[in-house]
């Protein structure tokens, strides 16, 4: 149990496009989930926490007009990334907690954004 | 807010031997969860071992336990009879509300 799948696994995009990722609870209905970005040999960076029915937390420094999240249902939360630029490459990861007592995040696969 | 320490970028072991990740948090709380995670080529994580605070007694799960210092804010996670599926990066986190990572460390396993 607790699968959390994201789609689509590698995407690259031209510099201007928007590219929509999605980030799924297969098995469980999850209220929160969260977003991370990941740089090569580097540590997880928090991006924002989406709420089911209601606005996503940003985190300090995540520009929440750049990287739109949308959590409409209690399975899917998308994030979406406007006018994406090359530095927005990177690796995006998608997490969901199930609420097992021990407020345990299950992460999604990632997506592999490449900007050219 | 809290912090997660890790402080060695990298280390090797020799299959089968042990080897211990050490890892140190900050916090002024006194109920939180630990856990280490693996993140093997692939990037997909994985949860090693979870630690509730409140608990005395040290997690294991099958080759893999912990020694947890609550005094000293230490967390390590140390790998019985390692194996070469073992070699991944392997992150220590802190939560409350939200993960607070440190910044990983990468394990090699010498055949």
């Known amino acids: 149990g607790a699968v959390v799948s994201q789609h689509p696994s590698r995407v690259i995009c031209k510099s201007g496009t928007s590219v929509k990722i999605e980030c799924r609870s297969l098995?469980?209905?999850?209220?929160?989930m969260f977003w991370y970005r990941q740089f090569p040999k580097k540590s997880l960076m928090l991006m924002a926490t989406?709420?089911?029915?209601?606005?996503?937390?940003?985190e300090q420094g995540v520009e929440k007009d750049k990287f739109l999240i949308n959590h409409a249902s209690l399975t899917l939360s998308t994030l979406t990334v406007t006018s994406a630029h090359p530095e927005d490459s990177s690796f995006y990861i998608c997490?969901?907690?199930?609420?097992?007592?021990?407020?345990?995040?299950?992460f999604g696969p990632g997506t592999r954004l490449t900007v050219l | 807010a809290q912090t997660v320490t890790q402080s060695q970028p990298e280390m090797s072991v020799q299959e089968a031997e042990t080897v211990t990740l050490s890892c140190t948090y900050d916090?002024?709380?006194?109920?939180?969860?630990l856990f280490w995670y693996k993140q093997p080529p692939s990037r997909q994580m994985i949860l090693v071992i979870r630690?509730?605070?409140?608990?005395?007694q040290n997690a294991t799960e099958n080759r893999f336990s912990v020694n947890f210092q609550k005094a000293a804010k230490s967390f390590s996670l140390k790998i019985s009879d390692s194996q070469l599926g073992d070699a991944a990066m392997y992150f220590c986190?802190?939560?409350?509300?939200?993960?607070?990572f440190g910044k990983g460390i990468t394990l090699s396993v010498r055949p």
């Open positions: 997490s969901a907690i199930v609420d097992s007592g021990y407020n345990e995040q299950f």
């Open positions: 098995d469980f209905q999850a209220t929160t």
């Open positions: 989406s709420n089911e029915g209601s606005k996503a937390t940003y």
């Open positions: 916090t002024s709380e006194s109920d939180y969860y």
């Open positions: 630690q509730e605070a409140y608990k005395q």
């Open positions: 986190a802190y939560s409350r509300n939200r993960l607070t």
